[in-house]
């Protein structure tokens, strides 16, 4: 799947007491009925996020996460490639969340 639009907003990174770490982004998609979706990257995606500037236009390949946890069902929202200014980061779709490439 793809989102496109601007990139809104970078989150600090967070990082977890497992040695985790991700880092949230929002993308905003314009048009008519703009939405401002919140997504995030993980591992060593999360060094070249921090290389996109604000308002830069980019193109997110994404998955989308669900998981069930204490009774409460939860979305993630996965960005495993970026293009920006038709440059592609990324060309392979991911596996599993330890071989993310950009």
Avoid: H
Wanted: negative net charge; proline residues 3%; glycine residues 10%.
């Amino acid at each position: 799947m793809e989102i496109k639009g601007t990139l809104e907003a970078i989150f600090e990174t967070k990082e977890f007491k497992s040695g985790f770490k991700k880092r949230e982004f929002v993308v905003n998609t314009g048009g008519d009925y703009p939405q401002s979706v919140k997504m995030e990257v993980v591992k060593d995606n999360i060094d070249k996020l921090g290389a996109i500037a604000i308002g830069t236009e980019v193109v997110c390949k994404i998955d989308i996460r669900g998981r069930l946890y204490e009774g409460n069902y939860y979305n993630n929202i996965l960005a495993w490639g970026i293009n920006v200014g038709g440059a592609t980061t990324s060309t392979e779709p991911v596996k599993e969340e330890s071989d993310l490439p950009f």
